[in-house]
């Protein structure tokens, strides 16, 4: 008996939209979900005539399918999965599926820190533009189901590692690569060189036409342009004063975006979002702005206004002088760095939980020099407290956001901040990083 035409792995966000847009187009689709498929999913399958499955993956089903999508969440050594490739089924990704069906302008963005708050703010000066434009990917509404639903001239998507391992003949008009710092080395073998194999994937069949914007202060992709010749135009952007880089500092308090001899000053001060991370995330942004012609106006009066994302430095409140910020979404050592050194008071932090692989290393100066005390909130904190316990003060070990919340509160004074920023992942005690944010709010306003 003929198998589905599309078989997908994965009913939650990035899964259901595949399904939604396979079945738009006529193709026959069955989704297999291993654990339980979340009701508001289940009901958009149904609603749809969508055949479905959960708790299980039906092999004899699976192992029939034309082509199979995996969500991002599977690892590729899934047992299902190996076998599916060893039958030559094809396993794609949800945004590879979606880009057969859209002729819209894609900006890719992506890297181990910072391609969410990058994403949100193109996406939001492209939107101030008056552009018809979608943002997708990693966060908000899966690209699948906006391609499924709507008509964009224009997406703006954030892409993890997990999405480029799946995508093979996409191709991006504009990518953007931030940075690679070692993350997820648990889903590469702990082998390094994969990972980054893996992000430069953002490149892969962009031509001359096509635009390539990343950091030229980033060691490891300063090494892999060196080794490799690329075909996109490359659009680097600095934190020196290199005025032959699309975007550069001119001092520590302005910046310069420079396409094609037209330039747009703008005082750091007057961003929206504090810290050096952020000038960094303003500039790829408007290097990505200025590549479909927004006007410099509309950039800088978006950099100027753009709300901060939730979870990522989101300034909680004061209780008796004491500041409470949360950073749930700093899932890696990088992001943490970027959070401390953002934070100029003394710090009491809260960090840990699912260690991917961490070296600590690269934060022990800043600890040395601004943290006062750290509370570790996870089941084994035992790498933590062995890279820090000797360089604080106080070291506390908590099992619960309640008594991490209590605990860096009893020891903050009037002139101390208080910062969430785990470096780690958060499925030990938390849904995800959203939750343990959460939790970290709700217990803030309960002191």
């Known amino acids: 008996m003929p198998g589905y ?124 533009a008056g552009l018809n434009v979608a943002v997708g990917g990693n966060i908000g509404k899966s690209f699948a189901w906006q391609v499924a639903e709507g008509k964009f001239d224009y997406y703006v998507l954030e892409i993890s590692s997990f999405q480029l391992d799946g995508m093979f003949d996409f191709r991006a008009d504009v990518s953007v690569l931030l940075n690679i710092t070692p993350d997820h080395l648990d889903r590469y073998e702990y082998n390094f060189s994969r990972y980054v194999e893996s992000k430069f994937r953002i490149i892969q069949n962009q031509t001359s036409d096509d635009a390539f914007v990343y950091f030229a202060d980033d060691p490891v992709i300063d090494e892999y342009l060196a080794k490799n010749h690329i075909l996109p135009r490359r659009l680097p952007f600095t934190a020196t004063n290199q005025s032959d880089c699309a975007a550069y500092y001119n001092n520590e308090s302005t910046f310069t975006i420079n396409i094609n001899s037209d330039k747009l000053k703008m005082e750091i001060k007057d961003l929206s979002l504090p810290g050096r991370q952020n000038v960094y995330n303003s500039m790829a942004a408007g290097i990505s702005s200025r590549l479909v012609d927004i006007r410099k106006d509309i950039i800088k009066q978006s950099l100027t206004e753009f709300e901060n994302i939730e979870h990522r430095l989101e300034h909680v409140t004061v209780v008796r002088g004491i500041e409470f910020v949360n950073d749930s979404k700093a899932t890696n050592i990088n992001s943490t760095w970027y959070a401390l050194e953002s934070i100029k008071k003394p710090v009491v932090w809260i960090v840990g939980g699912i260690d991917k692989g961490n070296d600590y290393g690269p934060l022990i100066e800043l600890v ?46 009037s002139g101390d901040a208080v910062l969430l920023s785990p470096a780690c992942a958060s499925f030990d005690l938390f849904e995800n990083f959203e939750d343990r944010g959460n939790q970290f709010k709700k217990e803030v306003f309960d002191l």
């Open 5 to 128: 035409d599309i078989v997908i792995l994965g009913a939650g966000e990035s899964g259901t939209g595949a399904a939604l847009l396979a079945r738009k187009k006529g193709l026959s689709v069955f989704v297999s979900d291993l654990g339980i498929i979340g009701q508001k999913y289940k009901n958009v399958l149904l609603n749809h005539g969508i055949f479905w499955e959960e708790g299980c993956h039906s092999s004899d089903v699976i192992l029939c399918a034309g082509e199979i999508v995996k969500s991002p969440g599977i690892p590729d050594h899934a047992k299902i999965v190996a076998q599916a490739r060893k039958k030559g089924i094809g396993v794609i990704s949800e945004i590879e599926f979606a880009a057969r069906y859209t002729n819209a302008k894609k900006i890719c963005i992506t890297g181990s820190n910072g391609k969410t708050t990058t994403t949100l703010l193109t996406y939001h000066i492209l939107r101030k």
């Open 368 to 413: 040395e020099k601004k943290v006062k005390a750290i509370i570790c909130l996870g089941t084994d904190n035992s790498r933590i407290v062995r890279t820090f316990g000797l360089l604080v003060p106080t070291l506390v070990e908590t099992s619960s956001m309640a008594e991490a919340v209590k605990a860096a509160y009893y020891l903050a004074e």
